[in-house]
């Protein structure tokens, strides 16, 4: 290749020389003259400047279809979506392995299927044997989705160019997936990028809504490009612990409704079932009050759920290391609620050892539950139990103060389908219709009073 000729112009008078000279020969202004590279081949063959189509740009007050969703046949999964599938969208379904993806999309399939919706499933991990055994446990087998095991992209969707595009496409997982245009072992960054993307196109050009499975790696998170997540329309994560019946189908990106919604279901013989009202399934065998149990209500997305929040509080011999075990919290928001306690309200957590517990595997993010656990805590110090039909909810702040939270009305207003009697919490102008007896404090004295009797 040439070498690329040198020139140099003046930004004064626009003259060029072929030399850079510290004085321009023709406006005679000094140091002027700026150098420019000519333009290569190279540069020619890779200028974007020109050769492509016009864009035709639009509006925001143009007319625009509206919005059409199709119900999977499981409510809690078309929660969790926002009402339902989109056409031509693409959804990444992540999880933890044997926790139950391919059984609920197989569930979802089928229902579709029987309703009157075509539905491949790909499926890049088994055998279209293992699926049909899986089928006829759950008792879907009767369903007219169309199955298949395959590995590589092109034959996938060179299969699916020779009839119409089917409704529902499931590819399990992108993991597996290949491209034979890209260089590499399935499951590589670019594989996994250059799969999803060409099915991601198919989904988007034919209007089928894609949903693909993808691994996670050991701290949950789904595994793969982080760009997976951003070409996607939807991510949902199925989460639970193996040793518990419920699975959260949780909602952590959506384009087409809001984030943060579940769908809960419980693990059986004959698959997932859906559960219509979580907060029975979370507050089940609290027949007695014991010392150290709080009752909060959470809010997911626009779903509230009470859950159980357990302490338990160990006296230690003087001189020994006092533990600190957190299931289902933040261990740090754990740690500064006990440095609150300890400074605010002159309690003594320092010998001894702090353990707290969201029951029923349940995961806590809201931070309105901090009046909550500290009500738990305090109960588990003084050893007296908190009544059995309140509960507690409030942010505290580090001075102590209690801090008001959202969708108080909302919470509240479950509380009382189920049974309880009485809230504590900040002050709440809006409640609603509700005729819980509320009792609104300030601070995290007061609860302390409350707890132990002394008001």
Known sequence: ?????????????????????????DCAEWNTLVEEVGETKFAARHDLSGGGRTILFETLDAPTAPLERRTTGLAEFD????????????????????????TLLLQAAARIAKAGGEVVYISGEEATG????????LGVSDSPLRLAAATSVRDILTTLGHGAPPQLLIVDSIQTMH?????????????????????????????????LVG?????????????????????????????????????????????????VFAMESEGLAEVA????????????????????????????VLVEIQALIVRLQSGATPRRAVVGWDSGRLAMLLAVL????????????????????????DPAADLA????????????????????????????????????????????????????????TGRGKSTLAYGAIASVNALVDRVVGAA
């Open 215 to 263: 691994h996670v790696t050991k701290d949950g998170s789904i595994a793969g490009p982080r760009v997976l997540e951003h070409m996607v329309d939807t991510v949902m994560s199925f989460e639970g612990e193996r040793s518990h019946q419920y699975r959260i189908l949780r909602c952590l990106k959506n384009r087409f409704g809001a984030v943060d919604e579940i769908g």
């Open 342 to 365: 300890e400074s605010r309200c002159g309690l003594s957590f320092s010998t001894a050892e702090v353990y707290l517990n969201v029951a029923g595997g349940y995961r806590l993010t």
């Open 79 to 102: 929660r969790a979506l926002g009402g339902g599938i989109v056409p031509g969208s693409a959804i990444l379904m992540g999880g933890e392995p044997g926790i139950g993806k391919s």
């Open 179 to 211: 491209s034979d245009q890209i260089e590499g072992a399935p499951g590589t960054v670019s594989q996994v990028r250059a799969s999803a993307f060409e099915l991601i196109r198919y989904a988007k050009e034919q209007g089928c809504c894609l949903v």
């Open 1 to 25: 290749m040439a070498k690329p000729k040198k020139r140099y112009v003046c930004s004064e008078c626009g003259s060029v020389s072929t030399r850079w000279q510290g004085q321009c020969p």
């Open 373 to 428: 656990v500290a009500a738990a805590l305090v109960s588990a110090l003084a050893d007296k139990p908190l009544a059995a039909d309140s509960l507690w909810l409030g942010e505290l702040s580090l001075s102590g103060d209690v801090r008001p939270v959202a969708h108080g009305a909302l919470r509240l207003k479950e509380a009382e389908k189920l049974g309880f009697r009485r809230a504590t919490g900040p002050e709440m």
């Open 277 to 304: 009202n979580p907060s029975t399934l979370f507050l089940s065998g609290r027949e007695e009050a014991i010392a150290g149990s709080a009752v909060f209500p959470a809010i997911e997305g626009t779903r509230p």
């Open 130 to 137: 293992q699926i049909r055994m899986r089928a006829s446990r």
